[in-house]
């Protein structure tokens, strides 16, 4: 397989990501060149050494013939000395530096790969599961990060100590140089090109198994006892079998293209070694060169491992890199839209909003049939709507529609008169508030979370909205009232106390256009009517649509002034379709 996709070549998928180590140029070089001065005190450090125990020896024969030979053993002594320390102190400063620098680079990969998610509609979201995003998050990240510390650094720095290598020997031997480079060259290519190739496959597919059994395995723990009670749990195991039997597989395949890569860098450097001592000993007969220098070219030449060893094994899993590189462009497509929010929408406008959905269409990805058809809808300032409807009547789908986490497929969404795609994101979250019917608690604080809403509303204003909703004699019965931790998901409260809470959190807004969806779920009538009554004063002077399956339920939602239905994406009267 080519280094290629469908959608274009190796550059045009990793650029994106170049462009942000880039960002990052100035400790990237710096990095690359402290690997550069390891491996240069490496290479000097073995040469100088061949060469200083190789005179020596020869000196110590011609003294013992009675010869006169003087050999200054300071200079070369001190070289010795000066690349065993620098070896050591620069592959230490090396590794420190360059692991910080991927910390940060994790840190920038991550906060842009979070900037992406937070900018996907509730559309794009619905594609694939939680552990999916999650696995977006680490997993592809974790293996991106190689691109510099294992694949990008270590292959241009072995290019360049090639290089220069091959400059040192042909200050003494052009023969020896041009031989030795040819051979060196021939297998940087292969590790790094031949070997990302042969393991292109493979490595995609691994990491794509990989994110596949994370996901069956969540959903058989997740979903053991329905696996169980309807006698689907030997098939789902089967399914995760294969999945493994997979990964062996190509675990395998990888295993032994590391293995044929280690061992052609052994085979390579050897023979660069061999053709480096016998072009050598072919100058030496010549007279070109002297003995010392004949021991120490292909002793050099030795020292080069050091430079591709680390390779077969980074490039053989390039294919890795590259597929999740290929993922999150694909994350960064989906999240690209060509209508701009303009910064001015709906910071000059004051008061409660008008609403106006016209011919709004929405289908979702893989749905059977469109969770809205041609709806259009009018809400007047101040006032307060019921939107009623059974479950998957498209009632969540509007209030998508009017918080912009979902676009329509068809149609115009205004609020205020301006198109809801072209506000403010502070300005939108500012002056919409919805409750959800999905409770969202994080495991901190009670306080914690109520300032999720307002992170500068201070005890007073916490008590005053845990009062509205009435949970506040029960928050000051908690260990430690309103530093007491709620659990992880809200696991320490019940279901009508974190709904409770949600609905506080909304009361800690000032907005215009408040959409409340079933807001006494969960609730019995009494605490649902103290709700309604202080809920009523509160909505005065804002817009308000509330979704509800049916009026009359258990306590109506109060002030309610016009009510319509939703049937089937469509609105209706009487059964009969009213929208488009």
């Not at 493994?244 to 050897?270: K, P």
């Amino acid at each position: 397989m080519s280094l290629t996709t469908h959608d274009g070549s190796w550059w045009r998928v990793l650029r994106p990501w170049l462009r942000l180590l880039d960002q990052r140029r100035g400790r990237l070089v710096r990095g690359a060149v402290l690997m550069a001065l390891t491996l240069i005190s490496a290479i000097g450090l073995l040469a100088l050494s061949g060469w200083f125990i190789t005179a020596t020896a020869l000196a110590g024969l011609s003294l013992a013939a009675g010869l006169a030979i003087t050999l200054d053993v300071y200079v070369p002594g001190g070289g010795i000395r000066f690349f065993a320390v620098s070896r050591t102190a620069s592959r230490y400063v090396e590794r420190l530096y360059n692991h910080d620098t991927v910390l940060r680079l994790l840190a920038d990969l991550r906060a842009r790969l979070f900037g992406v998610l937070s900018g996907l509609d509730g559309q794009a979201l619905s594609r694939r599961r939680a552990s999916d995003w999650l696995n977006r998050l680490t997993a592809d990240i974790d293996t991106l990060d190689s691109l510099y510390l294992r694949l990008l650094a270590p292959a241009l720095v072995a290019l360049v100590a090639i290089l220069l290598l091959a400059g040192f020997l042909a200050v003494f031997s052009l023969p020896v140089a041009a031989s030795v480079l040819v051979v060196l060259l021939t297998g940087w290519l292969w590790l790094t090109l031949g070997q990302a190739r042969r393991g292109m496959v493979s490595s995609r597919r691994q990491v794509e198994d990989l994110e596949q059994l994370r996901g069956r395995l969540i959903e058989q723990l997740q979903g053991l006892a329905e696996l169980e009670a309807y006698g689907s749990l030997a098939t789902h195991r089967a399914r995760l079998f294969d999945i493994e039997a997979r990964l062996y597989r190509d675990q395998r395949l990888l295993g032994r293209l590391v293995a044929l890569g280690n061992a052609l860098v052994v085979l390579l450097v050897s023979l660069g070694a061999l053709v480096a001592l016998w072009m050598a000993a072919r100058a030496w007969t010549a007279g070109l060169i002297d003995g010392p220098l004949m021991v120490m070219m292909p002793l050099a030449v030795l020292a080069i491992n050091e430079a591709l060893a680390a390779l077969p094994a980074a490039f053989t899993w390039f294919g890795a890199t590259f597929g999740a590189a290929e993922r999150l462009n694909g994350l960064e497509a989906q999240s690209g839209s060509d209508e701009m929010p303009a910064p001015s929408c709906g910071q000059e406008m004051v008061g409660a909003l008008a609403v106006e959905l016209r011919d709004a269409t929405l289908h979702y990805p893989g749905a059977p049939r469109p969770a809205l058809q041609h709806l259009t809808l009018s809400v007047s300032p101040g006032e307060r709507l019921a939107l009623c409807g059974a479950s998957g009547s498209g009632k969540s789908s509007v209030a998508g529609l009017l918080t912009r986490q979902l676009k329509p497929g068809s149609g115009e969404c205004d609020l205020g008169g301006v198109s809801v795609a072209r506000w403010d994101e502070d300005t939108l979250h500012r002056r919409v508030a919805l409750l959800t019917q999905q409770t969202d608690l994080f495991d901190d604080t009670l306080a914690t979370n109520l300032r999720l809403a307002d992170p500068e509303a201070d005890e007073a204003q916490l008590w005053q909205v845990l009062a509205m909703v009435d949970l506040a004699d029960w928050a000051r019965s908690l260990p430690q009232a309103l530093a007491t931790r709620v659990g992880e998901g809200g696991r320490q409260v019940s279901g009508g106390q974190a709904r409770r809470i949600s609905l506080a959190r909304v009361l800690l807004r000032d907005p215009d256009l408040v959409i409340l969806d079933e807001p006494f779920a969960g609730l019995d009538a009494d605490t649902a009517a103290r709700l309604a009554g202080r809920l009523d004063p509160w909505l005065a002077g804002r817009t308000v649509i509330y979704l509800v399956h049916q009026l009359g339920e258990v306590v109506d939602p109060p002030g309610i002034d016009r009510c319509l239905t939703l049937r089937d994406g469509r609105l209706c009267t009487n059964g009969q379709d009213v929208s488009g």
